[in-house]
T-cell receptor
Framework: EPEVTQTPSHQVTQMGQEVILRCVPISNHLYFYWYRQILGQKVEFLVSFYNNEISEKSEIFDDQFSVERPDGSNFTLKIRSTKLEDSAMYFC?????????????FGAGSRLTVL | ELKVEQNPLFLSMQEGKNYTIYCNYSTTSDRLYWYRQDPGKSLESLFVLLSNGAVKQEGRLMASLDTKARLSTLHITAAVHDLSATYFCLETSGSRLTFGEGTQLTVNP
């Protein structure tokens, strides 16, 4: 079964450092998302991406965050200067199109720990 | 503001019992998802409900959607321990999919 692949699975970083989380979407999927889940809390929407641009972003997705799809395969989330409160599990999710029962498929997640 | 409210947030039940989880949402979306998450794991799709009155069943789980009431339910029949997990509903609005807070289900032997 096709999978959404995320790397790294776990990253530990110092506060103020830049972090890049990577996602390889399922090949025929067109819509890409990043979500985060702080331990024990709800899953929060960060950003959606379609046709090489951001479709929508949440209040959490401030200037410290950016997304891109640099090579047509990887979909990346960059956090420019990490804060302690950025510690969370980050999930990438992708889906095919806008109609029908297109299921949102999640990757296994990247756990980010900011010290 | 998009709001998706689930209740209960915590549910402890005995094996063999039935129970229903409720999901109230705020938009006029006609598409609603249910996902399952095991501790420390990713999110697994359970159901996609596409229209008013939609009902889907898989094993001991059955989901339904009432778009007029903006309510979806996830019914558990004759619960077994393997169903212990956190269950999320998601609603769609534009290109944003918003999660409910999740219902943490524990099924006790």
């Amino acid at each position: 079964e096709p999978e959404v692949t995320q790397t790294p699975s776990h990253q530990v970083t110092q506060m103020g450092q830049e972090v890049i989380l990577r996602c390889v979407p399922i090949s025929n999927h067109l819509y890409f998302y990043w979500y985060r889940q702080i331990l024990g809390q709800k899953v929060e929407f960060l950003v959606s991406f379609y046709n090489n641009e951001i479709s929508e972003k949440s209040e959490i997705f401030d200037d410290q965050f950016s997304v891109e799809r640099p090579d047509g395969s990887n979909f990346t989330l960059k956090i420019r200067s990490t804060k302690l409160e950025d510690s969370a599990m980050y999930f990438c999710a992708t889906r095919t199109g806008d109609s029908g029962a297109n299921v949102l498929t999640f990757g296994a997640g990247s756990r980010l720990t900011v010290l | 503001e998009l709001k998706v409210e689930q209740n209960p947030l915590f549910l402890s039940m005995q094996e063999g019992k039935n129970y229903t989880i409720y999901c109230n949402y705020s938009t006029t979306s006609d598409r609603l998802y249910w996902y399952r998450q095991d501790p420390g794991k990713s999110l697994e799709s359970l159901f996609v409900l596409l229209s008013n009155g939609a009902v889907k069943q898989e094993g001991r789980l059955m989901a339904s959607l009432d778009t007029k009431a903006r309510l979806s339910t996830l019914h558990i029949t004759a619960a077994v321990h393997d169903l212990s997990a956190t269950y999320f509903c998601l609603e769609t609005s534009g290109s944003r999919l918003t999660f409910g807070e999740g219902t943490q289900l524990t099924v006790n032997p």
